[in-house]
C-alpha cells in the first residue's frame, strides 16, 4: 500500500471513534441540561482535557510552529501567555463560577448567569451577550471548515470542498446528537491524540538527527536569535512591547465561552484544584513539544537548502512524515484535525446553547423537555449550514478572525465575568457598558493597521471594559438584598469546600 493509503487508514479509524464517542454521548443524553452542560457531573480531568482541546485549535500543531521556525524562541511568548492565563482563569474564576452559576438560579450559560447574577428584569445584557456570542463563534466555527478543507487539500490532493464537507459531516455528526458530553468526551480522546503527537514527534525526530548539541548548533546557524527570548526591531521599549502584546493573549482566557463553560459542569467547585493540575501540565507539555519540535525543523530543513520547507507550519507534519511509519504518520495527521475539529464541536455547543436557552426561553413560550432538546439539535445544524456557507470561499479571509473572536470574547466578557466573581457592586448596566464599550474597542482596534502592529487589540479591549463596567456601577448603584445574599453563599461555600478527594 502507498503512503498515503496508510494515512488516510489512520484517519479513517479516528473517525470512527470519534463517531463512537459521539453515540456514546447521544445514550446518555436525556434532556436540555444535560445536551448543554452533561448535567454538571465532569470529573475535573475530563473537564481540564477538554478545555484545552477545545482552546488550541490548529495553532499548536500548526501556528506555534511554524512562528518559532520563522522567528525563534521570541514567537513562543504567546503560548507563555496562554499558559499563564490558563493557570489563573482555573485557579481564580473556575471554583467560584461553577458554584456561583448554580446559586445564580441554576445558570447553564454565560449570558444566563450575568442576567441571574447582576438582576437584569430588562434581559437586555443576556440578549447582547448571546448574539455576541452567536456573531463570533458563527465565524470561528467557518474557520475551522476552512481549515479542514485546506488540510485534505494539501495533505491528500483533494478538492478543497470534498475535505470541508467531510470534516463537517464528522463533527456535526458527534456534536448534533452528543451534545456537551459528546464534544467534551470527543475533546478528550482529541487532546490525548495530541498529547501523544506532540511528545513522540520531537523525540523520535531527535533520536534520528543527532543530540540536542547538534540541533542547538545547527539552529543558531540558520538562524543566530533561534533560542533568544526577547528579540526584535527596534530598541528594548520596542521589544518589550511587542512580547507584552504577543503575551497579552493570556487575557482572552477569562471570557472564553467555550472554555469556561467547562468550569460550570464541574461535579463540584472545590474540583477546580485537580483540574488546574491537569490542565497546566498538559499546557506546558505540549508547548514544549511544539517549540521542541520547531527547534528540531530549523536545524533540519534550514539549513539545507533542498529541504527548505515552502510553508513552515508544515514543519510538524514533515517531521512526522520523515521519521514515522506512514500510518502513524497519519495519526499524527489526524492530530492536527483533532485539533480543529475539538474546537469546532465546543463553539457548535456553546453557540446552540445562546439560540435555545438564552434567546428561545425568552419569548416566554412553555416547551416540553424533549422539544428543547430538540431545538438545541436544530440549533447546532443551523449554525453548522452557516458556517460552512461561509466556509465555501476559501480565500473569504475567515481564518484571520480566529486572533480576532479571541480578543473580542476576551474584551467582551472577560472583565465582566471577573467583576461578577469578584465585585459585588457591578451593576446589570455597568456590565452592559463595559461589554458594548469592551467589544467596540477590539472592533475598532482590530481595523486600523497602525494600532493593531503595536498592540494586540485584546489589552486595549479588556482594559477600556474594566474601566466602563466599574465607573456606570459605581455612578449608577443598585441595592438588592438577593444579590449580596447570593454572593455570600458563594463565597461561605468555597470556604468549606476548597479541595475535595477526586472519584
Known amino acids: 500500500m502507498s503512503d498515503q493509503t496508510f494515512q488516510l487508514i489512520a484517519i479513517a479509524i479516528y473517525f470512527v471513534m470519534m463517531l463512537a464517542i459521539g453515540y456514546y454521548a447521544y445514550t446518555r443524553t436525556k434532556n436540555i441540561d444535560g445536551y448543554m452542560l452533561a448535567e454538571r457531573g465532569l470529573h ?19 501556528g506555534l510552529p511554524g512562528a518559532i521556525y520563522l522567528s525563534g524562541l521570541s514567537a513562543s511568548w504567546i503560548a507563555i501567555g496562554l499558559i499563564i492565563g490558563a493557570w489563573l482563569n482555573w485557579k481564580y474564576v473556575a471554583p467560584r463560577l461553577r458554584a456561583y452559576t448554580e446559586i445564580a438560579g441554576d445558570s447553564i450559560t454565560i449570558p444566563s448567569f450575568f442576567e441571574r447574577r447582576l438582576r437584569d428584569r430588562s434581559h437586555l445584557l443576556r440578549i447582547v451577550a448571546a448574539l455576541v456570542i452567536l456573531v463570533f463563534f458563527t465565524f470561528y466555527v467557518s474557520s475551522g471548515m476552512v481549515a479542514a478543507g485546506k488540510f485534505f487539500e494539501s495533505s491528500f490532493g483533494w478538492t478543497y470542498l470534498d475535505g470541508m464537507l467531510l470534516v463537517a459531516a464528522v463533527t456535526l455528526a458527534y456534536t448534533l446528537f452528543g451534545g456537551f458530553l459528546g464534544a467534551t468526551l470527543t475533546d478528550v480522546a482529541q487532546g490525548l491524540l495530541m498529547f501523544a503527537a ?21 539552529a543558531r546557524a540558520v538562524n543566530p536569535d533561534a533560542f533568544a527570548l526577547f528579540s526584535g526591531e527596534g530598541g528594548a521599549l520596542a521589544i518589550a512591547v511587542a512580547t507584552f502584546s504577543t503575551a497579552a ?42 517549540t521542541a519540535a520547531s527547534l528540531i525543523g530549523i536545524s533540519y530543513f534550514a539549513g539545507d537548502a533542498e529541504k527548505e520547507l515552502e510553508d513552515p507550519e508544515t514543519v510538524f507534519l514533515l517531521l ?16 492536527v484535525l483533532a485539533a480543529v475539529m475539538s474546537t469546532m464541536s465546543s463553539q457548535l455547543v456553546v453557540c ?19 422539544m428543547l432538546l430538540n431545538l438545541g439539535r436544530l440549533s447546532v445544524l443551523v449554525v453548522a449550514v452557516v458556517g460552512l456557507v461561509l466556509a465555501l470561499d476559501p480565500d473569504a ?10 480578543a473580542g470574547f476576551g474584551g ?79 463565597e461561605h461555600e468555597l470556604g468549606h469546600r476548597r479541595r475535595e478527594p477526586v472519584a
Open 412 to 490: 467582551a466578557f472577560g472583565p465582566i465575568v471577573l467583576l461578577s466573581l469578584y465585585w459585588r457592586k457591578l451593576t446589570a448596566a455597568g456590565a452592559l457598558a463595559g461589554m458594548i464599550a469592551g467589544a467596540v474597542t477590539v472592533f475598532v482596534w482590530g481595523n486600523i493597521d497602525v494600532l493593531t502592529s503595536n498592540m494586540y487589540e485584546i489589552v486595549p479591549g479588556f482594559l477600556v471594559n474594566l474601566l466602563v463596567a466599574v465607573v456606570v456601577s459605581l455612578a449608577r448603584p443598585g441595592t438588592n438584598a438577593g444579590v449580596d445574599e447570593e454572593f455570600e453563599r458563594m
Open 249 to 290: 493573549w493570556g487575557l482572552g482566557y477569562f471570557g472564553q465561552p467555550h472554555i469556561i463553560v467547562r468550569f460550570m459542569a464541574l461535579r463540584t467547585p472545590g474540583e477546580a484544584h485537580y483540574g488546574r493540575i491537569v490542565s497546566t501540565t498538559w499546557m506546558i507539555i505540549t508547548a514544549l513539544g511544539a
Open 198 to 218: 506532540l511528545i513522540a514527534v520531537p523525540f523520535v525526530a531527535l533520536t534520528q538527527i543527532g543530540s540536542l548539541a547538534e540541533v542547538a548548533a545547527g
Open 44 to 62: 475535573p480531568a475530563v473537564a481540564a482535557l477538554s478545555a484545552n482541546a477545545a482552546d488550541m485549535s490548529g495553532w499548536l500543531l500548526l
Open 320 to 335: 512526522s512524515q520523515i521519521f514515522f511509519h506512514p500510518l502513524v504518520a497519519g495519526f499524527v495527521l489526524a492530530a
Open 397 to 406: 479571509g475567515v481564518l484571520a478572525l480566529v486572533a480576532f473572536a479571541w
Open 352 to 370: 446552540s446553547s445562546a439560540l435555545v436557552e438564552d434567546l428561545v426561553n425568552l419569548t416566554g413560550r412553555k416547551a416540553s423537555p424533549q
